[in-house]
Structures are given as structure tokens and as C-alpha cells.
């Protein structure tokens, strides 16, 4: 009971954040120049549809994506499949625009490689979850719908992280650099140790994807 009750406060923290860094992204989206960091600007207003696609199709996978590991009132197969698909969708535009935008990241070739493999590994990780449910391989899918919402939660971690390594390197382009690799990569372990101790539960948490 007491783990059941401490994986629920966990799932809606990383609900609560997911949202908050969503909403900021739609902003974005919406309201473009006007809330476009000023260290990012020239990039992002040289190539405005990328950005904006990104960050509108990056925040709906991230609002929509914690409710496909939850059951609760009102959950169907049918429901499950409909939001897994909206899901699908929206990493794959987002994380095709995440990978034009990173060759064009400021802060040279490590960010290009960190924010460039960050969209390979969504692309990657939502289609293996795709091919694996076709095949019915329920468990296979589950793990993998995992990771990836771990790489889609790069979008917190970066805005976590960031201003605390700006502070600390006193310097925006250092910091930058730095969390080009540090917003995803711990994500990804995170992610791989939470199946690996999952796989020695008796019970999992999680709902069947089918």
C-alpha cells in the first residue's frame, strides 16, 4: 500500500511538471517572439515553423502522455489506443522538427550532437512502442512507451536544470552546452532502472497497453 501510494504521488508530480513546462510550450507556440528567450531568439525566428511545431506537438505528448500509464474511472481499451495514437503523432512531428532544429542549436557541435540524438532517441524508442503493440508484444511496448515519454520529459529537466547551471557556470552558453545531453540522458537511465527494478516486482504498476 505504502509503494502503491508513493508510485501515485510520484505519477502526478511528473504530471503536475509535465503540464506546467506544456503550457509554457504552447505559449511558444502561440505567441512566438514575444516569449522566445533572448539567447535563442535569432535561431528561433530564422526558423519559426520548426520551433513552433516542435513546441505545440511536444506539449500535447506531454499532456497526454502520463494517462497512458494509469488506470483509473472511466479507462477503456478503446480510449487507451485513441490517446497512444494522438501520442505517436505527436512525438513523431515534434521529434522530426527537434532534430532539423538541432543542427541550427546554439552552442555548436555538442548541442547539435546532444538535442540531435535527444530527437533520434523519441523517434527511435515511440516507434519501436508502435511496431512492438502491432505485434502484440504487450510488455515490449509498455517499456518502450516508457523511454519514451522519459525523452519527452527532456522538456522539464531542461528548464530545471538550466537555470541552475547558468547560475553556477555564470554563463548561459556553457550551461547550455552542458544541458544539451543532461536534460535526456539521465532521463534514459532513470527510465531503464525503473523497468529493470520493475521486472523483480511480483506486481506491476503499470496498465496493460493492448
Known amino acids: 500500500m505504502i509503494r502503491a501510494n508513493r508510485r501515485t504521488i510520484a505519477w502526478w ?17 502561440a505567441l512566438g517572439a514575444k516569449v522566445y528567450p533572448p539567447d535563442l531568439r535569432d535561431a528561433f ?8 511545431s516542435h ?14 500509464f494509469r488506470r483509473g474511472p472511466g479507462w477503456n ?3 487507451h489506443r485513441w490517446v497512444g495514437r494522438g501520442y505517436l503523432v505527436a512525438c513523431l512531428l515534434s521529434g522530426v522538427a527537434g532534430l532539423f532544429m538541432a543542427f541550427y542549436s546554439f552552442g555548436g557541435l555538442v548541442t547539435h550532437l546532444g538535442f540531435g540524438l535527444l530527437a533520434i532517441g523519441l523517434l527511435t524508442t515511440t ?16 517499456a518502450w512507451m516508457i523511454r519514451s515519454y522519459a525523452l519527452i520529459f527532456a522538456a ?15 554563463g548561459f552558453e556553457p550551461a547550455y552546452r552542458i544541458i544539451a545531453w543532461l536534460c535526456w540522458v539521465p532521463n534514459l537511465l532513470a ?9 523483480t516486482r511480483p506486481s506491476d504498476p503499470l496498465p496493460e497497453a493492448r
Open 13 to 29: 508530480i511528473v504530471v503536475a511538471l509535465g503540464w506546467l513546462v506544456a503550457l509554457y510550450a504552447l505559449a511558444t507556440a
Open 45 to 52: 525566428l530564422a526558423r519559426p515553423w520548426a520551433i513552433t
Open 55 to 68: 513546441a505545440f506537438f511536444g506539449a500535447i505528448a506531454m499532456l497526454i502522455g502520463p494517462w497512458q
Open 77 to 79: 481499451r478503446r480510449r
Open 127 to 142: 516507434g519501436a512502442a508502435y511496431w512492438s503493440i502491432r505485434a502484440k508484444r504487450v510488455a515490449e511496448h509498455r
Open 156 to 170: 522539464v529537466t531542461l528548464r530545471i536544470e538550466l537555470p541552475v547551471l547558468t547560475a553556477t557556470l555564470q
Open 191 to 199: 527510465a531503464e532502472w525503473y523497468l529493470r527494478s520493475a521486472a
